[in-house]
């Protein structure tokens, strides 16, 4: 299809191919150190509906909920657990869920799978939710401020919104050999863009994309920011497979603004 090339990501990263053993590596490893998480919290009947919590030390200063990407087809919660390092160490909660991959189920269901695993963290941890996602990830996020789709009680402690690269307008990916996965039409595809949600939950969106991701992801950030009209950052140098490396350090940027 006519837009493949420009939504792959591994052939233009140096050694893109070896970064999802390596994410496996680094999670595993962090889940054998750390004491006292809980997994494999059921928020939903399917296999997938479940999440992993990871608590800090003491009392939580409130929940970040961390949704992970791989074009709603691939990949799983347990590739990811070492980027909640850097939450933990400011004194927050990390939640990271995995959710029925498409063409099991559709992306409208992957977003309501989201909103209710949201739903369940946030009744096990206190205080403000903040919400970060990545590429796919980052559009389920951004789907999470649709007035409504998460319950008032759960919207109404959003504090910041983050989407990584996110895909903000679906169209495109109609356009793409994915789409046999998918199965977008015209009307879900414009019904899942965030680009197109003006009815939202007034809360503080960030949109952080790498500066040396593909020209389509680029686009996708910034084509947020301006429907939204909410802060853009360019990290510079960080590709798409690298972007998300902030979250597990506490003293980034990234999660300086994401959790204040």
């Known amino acids: 299809m006519e837009l493949d090339d420009a939504y792959a990501n591994a052939a233009y990263i140096p050694e893109g191919d070896s970064f999802p053993a390596k994410w496996e590596t680094d999670a595993v490893a962090f889940r054998d150190m750390t004491e006292g998480a809980e997994l494999d919290l059921a928020y939903g009947p399917a296999a997938r509906q479940k999440l992993d919590l990871f608590r800090p030390q003491g009392q939580a200063k409130g929940l970040l909920v961390f949704v992970h990407g791989g074009f709603w087809r691939m990949l799983d919660k347990s590739y990811w657990s070492h980027l909640a390092a850097g939450a933990l160490g400011r004194g927050w909660a990390v939640a990271m869920p995995s959710y029925t991959l498409c063409p099991e189920t559709s992306i409208g269901g992957i977003t309501r799978e989201i909103a209710s695993a949201v739903s369940l963290a946030a009744g096990a941890v206190g205080g403000p939710i903040a919400l970060s996602g990545h590429s796919a990830g980052g559009h389920l996020v951004a789907r999470m401020l649709a007035r409504g789709m998460l319950p008032e009680a759960v919207a109404g402690r959003l504090s910041h919104v983050m989407p990584i690269s996110p895909l903000s307008d679906l169209r495109p990916l109609m356009q ?46 910034r ?30 940027e990234m999660l300086r603004i994401l959790l204040g």
């Open 176 to 221: 793409t050999s994915m789409n046999a996965d998918f199965k977008l039409e015209e009307a879900e595809a414009v019904a899942e863009s965030p680009i197109f949600m003006e009815d939202r939950v007034d809360c503080p969106v960030t949109v952080w994309v790498g500066s040396a991701e593909r020209p389509a992801f680029l686009d996708q950030a």
């Open 223 to 252: 084509w947020l920011s301006e429907a939204w009209e909410c802060g853009l950052v360019e990290d510079a140098g960080k590709h798409h497979f690298d972007v998300v490396d902030g979250l597990a350090d506490a003293e980034s």
